[in-house]
DNA sequence: AATGAGATCAACCGCCCAGAC
DNA sequence: AGTCTGGGCGGTTGATCTCAT
């Protein structure tokens, strides 16, 4: 049978918008399964680890504050390199995002150190003591702020912002569909509702059906898809 | 203005674990 | 009880961006 590649590398906003409207409908479990029904030729670990890193709603995207960085070094301490867990001590921030923060924090750290060999002057900040240093995400160029170049890598020019596209979600639909309780971590963040079948069903049949079953669904996501066809219009392809 | 080095971030890989069958 | 499958996690890599020269 026809064997479709699966689709690496940098996601468009196309399928961020594909894969958002998918979760959407199916929330945020069943991976290999959105991933078969939504067409996005991904793996079901990609699926996740874009919807999770990128597109969860809630996520800061900006610059950790001081006061974040402090409580890393602080968790990283007690715990290690349990990125995750140390993710859920800090709301809207991933463990990726830790994880490549401290990756900078420890070069930085031995690049201080040796520096600091050199010219002893410099050799007390660490990034912790220094974390006065970090500007504050007000002072933070566009760039780093919320909702801006939010397609950095996902391709030239500039379509709507997820926020965007949540906070449409959320004000076209706050009247017809109630978040399921308890689907998502209480953030200090006013969630989108996105359907949680897994709970609202239980262990729902919902989740047997097969790709073809899937495939129903598709036109009912389509309707959803077709209210940003304007940020569509700037995809690059 | 061009370029090289360093920093940052998104995404993939491989392993492990838990639940389903 | 054993096997299989999917999801989660930590590690790593590569592309892009920023800044200094």
Redesign the pocket.
């Known amino acids: 049978m026809a064997h479709e590649e699966i689709r690496?590398?940098?996601?468009t906003e196309q399928e961020d918008l594909q894969l958002v409207g998918f979760v959407r409908l199916f929330g945020d479990?069943?991976?290999?399964?959105i991933a078969k029904v939504s067409g996005l030729n991904r793996t079901?670990?990609?699926c996740?680890?874009?919807w999770v890193?990128?597109l969860q709603p809630g996520l800061k995207?900006r610059?950790m504050t001081p006061q974040e960085e402090q409580l890393v070094l602080e968790l990283h301490n007690k715990w290690g390199?349990?990125?995750?867990?140390i993710a859920r001590k800090l709301p809207g921030r991933t463990?990726?995002?830790i994880?490549?923060?401290w990756?900078?924090y420890t070069?930085?750290k031995a690049?201080t150190k040796k520096r600091g060999a050199a010219s002893p002057a410099s050799s007390s900040s660490t990034c912790a003591s220094s974390a006065s240093n970090i500007p504050s995400a007000d002072t933070l160029p566009i760039?780093?702020a919320m909702g801006e170049s939010f397609y950095?890598?996902?391709g030239p020019g500039k379509g709507c912002s997820m926020e965007d596209i949540w906070e449409d979600i959320f004000s076209s639909e706050e009247n017809s569909i109630i978040p399921a309780a308890g689907s998502y971590p209480s953030y200090d963040y006013v969630y989108p509702p996105i359907a949680s079948p897994t709970w609202e069903l239980g262990?729902g049949n919902l989740w047997k059906m097969d790709e073809e079953d899937g495939k129903m669904f598709e036109s009912q996501s389509n309707q959803f898809f077709s209210s940003y066809e304007n940020c569509g219009a700037s995809f690059s392809g």
């Open positions: 690496k590398g940098p996601w479990r069943r991976w290999d399964f079901g670990k990609s996740r680890l874009r890193n990128y995207r610059k390199n349990r990125w995750s867990r463990d990726n995002e994880k490549n923060y990756r900078t070069r930085k690049q760039r780093d950095d890598t996902g262990t």
